[in-house]
């Protein structure tokens, strides 16, 4: 009797062992492609219904499903406040790490983070990086009926105290950081107007002559004003990109006319650029692999090429591993860091 | 411009355009009819098949959508003194006093034929102005704003209600509490006491709701106003709403200048139907023969508000479209919508795509004319509800109240506001202070705020010349010296 129950606790054991094995087998499957099939993932936008972030997030939400094995459903979820910040803090610490949660990284997270916003709660480099749309760049440029119409002529007008009226959104925005920048690397004086609610309010000044010029990204400023550039309304003095813009192909880069002392600081203004999606820290590597991956398929899609022209933004695609690795170096750069903190303060 | 006319035309009166404008009219009033919920939400839930659509069909029914939201949400202002929107504001101030008084079927019959025709108005007077619309605009620049901001909040603050001091009063409680978060400029936050809930102000759905709806609600099942919501009057026939008919043809003078005031007011950026409502009713107000009814449900407080916002509607889709600037947050999302169309708003709109542009303007008579039709086909039978008992009513009215607070920004700070502002509501209202100043201080406030940095910054002390802010700063004062009058003429006949 006893080996009898001797032999059946072994029988028993063993065959609790095996269905174990198995049944981590099955779940290791589930945490390859077969996890998303039947799964919602969430898109965290960082602002209200409308506007250049939800558009991304909408853009996503459109194309991304098809290319992720499994096709799972894609919502979007609108958490506005603080400039995307309040997003950034729910999906770093709230939202469910298990590739389920994606969120739009606002640009200004960047400048916080170097300003040491005590009400951030996360740490920008520790979010696992999906990719960047577009790493847009900027025209700076100024209505050409002023004598600013090159760095030249507005260092000439510094010396006799005057200096071209900028206008910007918020402190944080590109539109106020570009010109700062710029006043940092090429030793110009710029008097920059922020405060603005929108784009279109800062060109309906810049129409009245309210205002001397801006920093426009690129894309919205031929989506929005191509009869300006057409009508020579304006003049572009500089485009913060890397390359030029083959459109405006006389038009120079920031690179090509910084002092070389200053060219380390200009690494930091790309840094800064492009339309970004993340997710929290602590997702499995195989599904953060397969949703990078569905996200480089995305951008080579012919569907999504075209809504991203018919929001005037540009194509360029950074996967992300780079962005992951670019935002950790970014972070840990003093001097880039030292540089958004002087600017912004 | 002949052409265009032409070719809108053709595109507009099809069966599937119809269809698809109609329909928008039924899904937009539906929605529209829940306080706090409105054709926003409607968009962003539609958007991923909007986009889908042909670029004509698409702002075809976004029309039907937004035009309707204008018209729906005085019901439940009328009937329940709640209003559906902001923009319905204005009309709880005379409307909720005819339904006590059983007059909710004259109230919503003057009510909808006004928006009804205030929108055609609307949107005539923008097809007029759009060959000189840019020039207008650009002569209007933030000094203007600042002062128009200004006249709006004082109009109010001095013409509701019967004593201005308070109106005065409130109202710059209003403007305290619209500082609450970041500082547009610095991005300094202000009095968030490190929330960061409070870091974009506290969203205004919560408040309007604890101001307005909860002080009404706990009136009526306290038993201040009987057990029906109509307990003030018989319902007899001159509170039908063919009454409302014979009242708004009678009236039809002050329905054409409040739906110019609110076309006029609707183009300029951000100000909107927000303050168009309230400068016509105070306009009324100033204008009407024997002013000791309003508030106490005058039909004249009715019609000047309803037609003002329907026809600054039309004056928000000739600024979206014309200059890519939303003058509402609903504006924000058709224009993303319409970039994803391939259509960005702008100079384009008057040139490239005006037909496209005429196609709005057909949607939004004709959207104007079916939502008419629609809410006056059931205004009888929502007029039946004033005579519901409210233990009916409150159970209903109460969780939707609270769903709409919640859906602000989906955070328990949402229904904490609506309960914090409750109590300041119910204070507010047994002690007689005015309540829309309030509402209307805390709309304003960032325009007011952005526009006058903006204005000393560009202009220093210059703008104080410019010949329209003179006009303007005229009007305040006249507004501010007829305040005062009215009110020593009724303290002397008390």
Redesign the interface.
Known sequence: MESKNFRNAVVATLALAIGLIFSLRYAGAQSGESFFKGQTITIIAGS????GT??LA??L??HFSKHIPGNPKLVVS??????G??AA?NLYNRAPKDGTAIGTMATGLTFRTALRD??LKFQLEKFTYLGQIASEGNFVYVRSETPFGSIEAIKKANKEGKKP?FGAQ???HNSNVVPMAMEAILGIDVDV?????????I???I??G??DGRAHARGSLF???S?WLEKNFIKVLVVTSPQRDSRLPNVPTLEEIAPADKKPLLEAMYSVQGRTFAMPPGVPPDRTKILRDAFAAMFKDKEFQQ?VD???WNDELIRGEQLNKKVEDLVHNELAMGFFRKILQ | MLDAVVTATGEIFTFSRMAWLFGGVLLGSVIGFVPGIGGRTTLAILLPFIVKMDPASALVLIVGIHAIGNTADTIPAILFGIPGSTSATATVMDGFPMAKKGEAERAMGASFLSSGIGGLIGAFTVLATIPMIRPLILTFGNPEFFMTAILAIVMIALLTGGAPVKGLIVGGLGLLIGMIGDAPQTGVQRWTFDQLYLSDGIPLIPIALGIFAIPELIDMTLGATGTRIAAGGPITSISTKWQGVKDVAAHWWLLVRSSFIGSWIGILPGIGSSSAIWLAYGHAVQSGKDKENFGKGDVRGVIAPEAANNASDAGDWCLTLAFGIPGSATMSLIMAAMLLLGLTPGPKMLTDHLHLTLVIVWSLVLANLMATGLCFAFTRQLAGITKLPVHYLFPVLIVLIFLAAYQSTADWGDLVALLGFSVIGVCMKRSGWPRPPLIVGMVLQRLAETYFFLTTKLYGYSWLTRPIVIILFGLTVWTIVHAVRRHSKAKARA
């Open positions: 209200s219904p409308g506007g939800d558009s909408r853009l939400s459109r609108n958490v506005a406040g603080a400039a910040l309040i803090n005590p009400a009226k918020a402190k944080e107007v922020y405060g603005y609610p929108g784009t279109a309010e060109l309906l000044d129409e009245r309210a205002l989506a929005t004003r009869n809504d018919k929001l005037g």
